[in-house]
Every structure is written in C-alpha cells, then in structure tokens.
Nanobody, 111 residues
C-alpha cells in the first residue's frame, strides 16, 4: 500500500534552515506529482509546494524564494528545503500524493 514517511522537522531559530524528507513506497513514484502541505494551529491545511512528475514546481506566495521542493526518483524521496524560516512557518508539514497523506512532521520556528 502507499506509504509516505516524513522526517526532518524540529525546532529552529528565525532565519535558520531545515530540510524535510518524504520517503515514499507502494506506488510508481516517478509517475506522480508530489506536494508538501502545512497546517498551523487553528488554521486550515494549505499547499506549500508541488512538484510534477516532470519536475515543474509551484509554490505558495508566502514561501516563494525561501523554500525549494525537489525530488530524487532513484531514492523515491521528495524534499522540501526551507531557508530563511520565519515564526509564521511554524506548522505540521505533510507530504501528499494523489489522495494519500503522510503522518506529518512538526516544524517550530522560535527564538
């Protein structure tokens, strides 16, 4: 069955960086778009970034220029490189493909 396992979250100071990973299994990874969503306390889940099977990318306006989504089809993994982190980036970050979700990883940006 489809499994998505996120890792790489944690506590970071404002201005810092983190790289999230999402290890996938149970489907032909290279054929599908992959995306990262996030959900902050009291807010709806929102799309952060998406990468298609051909490598085209889309970003939320709030993260453009700071976050980068990329994939390694050989490692069956999608990544989210997050730079210049802000307190408002604090959320649980989820990996998604089609209608399958990972369990999420917490990112906290605080001094």
């Amino acid at each position: 069955q489809v499994q998505l396992v996120e890792s790489g979250g944690g506590l970071v100071q404002p201005g810092g960086s983190l790289r999230l990973s999402c290890a996938a299994s149970g489907f032909t990874f290279s054929r599908y778009a992959m995306s990262w969503y996030r959900q902050a306390p009291g807010k709806e889940r929102e799309l952060v970034a998406l990468i298609t099977s051909t490598g085209a990318t889309t970003y939320a306006d709030s993260v453009k220029g700071r976050f980068t989504i990329f994939r390694d089809n050989a490692k069956i993994t999608v990544y989210l490189q997050m730079n210049s982190l802000k307190p408002e980036d604090t959320a649980v970050y989820y990996c998604k493909t089609v209608n399958f979700w990972g369990q999420g990883t917490q990112v906290t940006v605080s001094s």
